[in-house]
């Protein structure tokens, strides 16, 4: 499945100019792919072709990644490295930079626009990616990272924005799978799983950034401390912020186990990612 995807990716941009070229350089860097697994894995489940998900899951790996070379600019976070190499703007420029995440982002639209599914599908897809991903999801969580800087936050404002930031898009690809898997009735249900599991996933990361390195993140740790940022071991504590964690993945297989379809495969991925170390 990664390998038949990574040519699926590999075969969409050309590059024809250097914004393409900028694009692909963090498109195709080295990468976990969660999100495009997520719903790829959902259509296993049902029993579908996963590769009648590459259209969708390409374009949410777009969006993720246009989200990354933006946060990654000077006016955010700064960071130099991301994915173990050089960070777009680092790469080329800061102008080249956001013209390449703007690129992928609008791109990611017109593929969806261009995939072989019904209109119907389509537009319901095209609905909740511009949600998540837009002002009322990851848009509005980066916004509160941006207002929280030099302030104190509670947990209950860290969750709020991790939620956005991350859980939604997350959640997003999840949903989309029974969209195109036409098992809309589960949409309320996968939404909590992935909004609890991107906060799971960002605790992870906090935890992470202060017990590996460069070489096993492939990017700068410890960047949160540096930009004066909140985080779920600097309010809670790093044995706290772990049973936190725990507490979140074991919230998450029982709504699994209370489901009354099987979605072995689904949640085997999920529980691959409790252990992870990137």
Known sequence: MRYHFENYLQSLIAEN?????AMNYSLLARSKRLRPHLLLTVL?????DY???F???????????????????PAFDNDDY????????????????????DALLTFAFETIAKADYSDEIKVKLIKYISNYAGKEGMIKGQQFDMDYENQEVDIDQLSEMEILKTGKLIALPLICGL?????????????????????????????LDITSDFKQLGKQT?????????TFVTLLGLQKAQKTFEIIYNEIYEIFDHLEFNFKETKKLIASMENRNW
């Open 17 to 21: 100019y250097i914004v393409e070229e």
């Open 44 to 48: 296993k489940d049902l029993g579908l």
């Open 51 to 53: 590769s009648e998900g």
């Open 55 to 73: 259209s969708c899951a390409g374009a949410i790996e777009m969006i993720h990644t246009y989200s990354l070379i933006h946060d990654d600019l």
């Open 82 to 101: 991301r994915r173990g190499k050089l960070t777009n703007h680092k790469m080329y420029n800061e102008q080249i930079a956001i013209l390449a995440g």
């Open 179 to 207: 969209i195109i898997g036409e098992k809309e009735e589960y949409i309320e249900t996968f939404n909590k799983i992935g909004l609890k599991l991107g906060l799971a996933f960002q605790i992870q990361d906090d935890i």
């Open 222 to 230: 410890q960047s949160d401390e540096y930009n004066k940022k909140s």
